[in-house]
Each structure stands twice: as C-alpha cells, then as structure tokens.
C-alpha cells in the first residue's frame, strides 16, 4: 500500500467497506471469510499495519493509533453479527415431552455434617444472646500462647503440636486466642462464641487430625461466676444431647482459666451404667472451660479487679462424632459421598 494511502481518509474508507460486508454476510462461514480478508494475517488491515515502517516516524503514531482503533471496531462488528447469527439458528421445534409431568430436580449436594452440627450448635447459642466473633487461621505466636499466660516453656508451644510458619507466626492451635483479640477492640460486657477451624502437628489417627474445629465461648461482665458458666455449658448440652443430660465439672488445669475444668456429661448411650462409647466409666468429656484468668484480662486491657469471666472451648468433630456414632475423625475430611450422604435430608438427596 502506498504511503499517501495510509491517511486517514483511507482507513475510514477500508472501515467502511469492511463493515459493510460484515453486515452483509449470511452464515457465520462467510463472516469467517470476511474477519479473515480484513484482519487475517495477510489481510487489508493487518497489511496496512505493517506498511506504517514506511512513514516518516513523526507520522507514525497517529496513523498507527486510527489503524487498530479500526481494528478494534471491525472486531466488535464481526461479535455482534456472530451473536446475532448464531441466534438466528435456534430452531424453534416444539417441546418433545409431557408438560404435565412434575418436575424433577436434580441432586444439588449437600451440606457437610460438620456444617450442620456447627450450624446447630451456633443457633443454640445465639439463643442465650451470644454473638458470634471470628479470627484467622493463620496467627500470631503472641495470641495463641503468650497473651493466654502460657509460660514461655509450656509443653504445647513445642514444634511437635504447633504448625509454626515462622518463629514468631503460627497456624492457630485453639480458638482461644480470639478471646484476647475480641477484648481488646470491645469493652464488656462481652458474650460470643467463636467457631473456626484449628491446627496441630498431630499423626492422624481415628482420634487425631492434624486439622479440625472449634468452638470458642467468653462471657465477660462484672459478677460473672462459675455459676453461669454451669448454667449455659448444661443448657447447651441438654438442648444438644437431650433433656435427660447430667453435667460435671473435673478440675483440669488451663493456663487461661483459674479455676479450669473438663465439663463430661452423662453418657446418652448407656445412661450412666458404662459403655464402649463412655469407655465404661458413664461419662463422656465434652469441652474444656473456666474462669478467665486475671493475667488474661491484663494482655487484653481490662480491669481484672472490675470484670470477671467464663471461657469453654469444645471440639466439634468429636460432638458430632459422639452424637452420630461416628468411629472415625478422618472421614470428615476425605468427601466420601458415601460418609457425607447419610446425613443428608431427602431434599438434598434431590428426591
Ligand atoms: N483451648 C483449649 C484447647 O484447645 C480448650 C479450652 C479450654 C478453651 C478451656 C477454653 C477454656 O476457653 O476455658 O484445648
């Protein structure tokens, strides 16, 4: 192509008999044709294009820049007839079926067991007016064990239970370290639970794995006592387990809780008179809990002198475990459709 060719009245022109013959096209065959005649490798475009080294460089740059916004059109003109083409083609044949039949829906999944225990237990709560407060997996070394009062020599800090990322960041070993978190962006009184996923550097085995989940609870507030703490763990674990359920405080220790305990409940399977599930002792442990220790409110910024609390934290696998009959931690976590279908409803099974 000739340099004087290359102005812009000669684009325009080149613009104009491209977009007629887009327009004009009948199938999507001979708008291939066209697409290729205008910007194919060897098209007139593309040609032009290439003649540009052939300017003077002062002129190349606004000749060039009116080449590809003509490219950019013509290539929007040849979607839209495509669109419109393809279109053309759906042939209107009349349904080949039974109108009234009902319909049937097909199977969409199903929610994860966990998830439904989770939900259940999260509705229990929020019913005794807890809120629910959520941190990351992802934490730092300070949260998980420094500002809970765990002494720097603590058994738990070892590298055989903690995934650390560094020295000074880890992924979180317990909910807990959200209890700290929370106090310090709100002042009490404080009622929340906090449910997310956790981490040790644990061999898994049917009791073990080195993932799984927990649920966190804190109520701070003046005159908090042991009491209250008796009174929601029961409330929880009879609304969850059933009417019928005992409760009982073993002193434990925990390095964020004075006095600590391990809450057990009677077992729902033998009532008391043991058990394989109860391991023959009547009682199942069910979570972890206590006071808040004054130390622990220090680190989070509140007056231990003016405030007290209770903290529980609970594994939720093992609930549903114990509450499913389930024999294996590990299956949680291998989507066996088999496993995770038998806790479906029927409307999730799609029927
Ligand atoms: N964080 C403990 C654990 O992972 C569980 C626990 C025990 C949480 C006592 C608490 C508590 O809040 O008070 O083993």
């Known amino acids: 192509m000739a340099e004087e060719d290359l102005d812009r009245q000669a684009i325009e022109d080149l613009v104009e008999s491209a977009s007629r013959a887009i327009a004009g096209s009948e199938n999507l065959d001979s708008l291939e044709a066209e697409r290729i005649r205008y910007l194919g490798r060897k098209g007139e475009l593309t040609k032009s294009l290439r003649s540009i080294k052939s300017?003077?460089?002062?002129?190349?740059?606004?000749?060039?820049n009116a080449i590809n916004q003509a490219k950019e059109r013509l290539e929007a003109l040849i979607e839209?007839?495509?669109?419109?083409?393809?279109?053309?083609?759906?042939?209107?044949?009349p349904y080949p079926g039974d109108f009234t039949l009902p319909g049937r829906s097909g199977f969409s999944g199903g929610r994860h067991i966990l998830h439904s225990v989770m939900g259940e237990i999260k509705e229990i709560f929020a019913g005794m007016g807890y809120s629910i407060a959520e941190g990351s997996d992802v934490e730092l070394d300070y949260y998980n064990f420094e500002a809970l009062n765990f002494p720097p020599d603590h058994p738990s800090r070892d590298l055989q239970d903690t995934?650390?990322?560094n020295k000074d960041i880890?992924?979180?070993?317990?909910?807990?370290?959200?209890q700290v978190r929370y106090m310090e962006k709100h002042k009490p009184p404080v009622r929340i639970i906090v449910p997310g996923k956790v981490y040790r550097n644990e061999s898994p085995d049917p009791s073990h794995s080195a993932e799984f989940l927990q649920m966190e609870g804190l109520y701070v507030d003046e005159n908090v006592s042991l009491a209250d703490l008796r009174n929601d763990v029961t409330y929880f674990i009879r609304?969850?387990?059933?009417?019928?359920?005992?409760?009982?405080?073993?002193?434990?220790?925990?390095?964020?809780?004075e006095p600590s305990a391990e809450v057990d409940?009677?077992?729902?399977?033998c009532r008391g008179e043991g058990c394989q599930i109860?391991?023959?002792?009547?009682?199942?442990?069910?979570m972890g809990a206590g006071m808040v220790h004054p130390n622990v409110f220090r680190y989070a910024g509140y007056d231990p002198d003016a405030y007290t609390g209770f903290a529980f934290g609970m594994g939720i696998d093992r609930i549903a475990m114990l509450k499913y009959g389930i024999d294996d931690i590990r299956r949680f976590?291998?989507?066996?459709?088999?496993?995770?279908?038998?806790?479906w409803s029927e409307r999730e099974m799609g029927e």
């Open 55 to 64: 300017l003077p460089a002062e002129k190349r740059p606004a000749v060039g």
């Open 80 to 93: 839209e007839r495509k669109t419109s083409l393809s279109a053309s083609f759906v042939e209107e044949e």
């Open 163 to 165: 995934f650390y990322i």
């Open 170 to 178: 880890l992924l979180r070993t317990h909910t807990s370290p959200v």
């Open 239 to 257: 609304s969850f387990f059933g009417q019928d359920a005992s409760v009982r405080f073993r002193p434990h220790f925990f390095p964020f809780t």
């Open 265 to 269: 409940m009677s077992c729902f399977s």
């Open 278 to 286: 109860c391991q023959k002792t009547g009682w199942i442990e069910i």
């Open 333 to 343: 976590l291998t989507n066996d459709l088999r496993f995770l279908s038998q806790f």
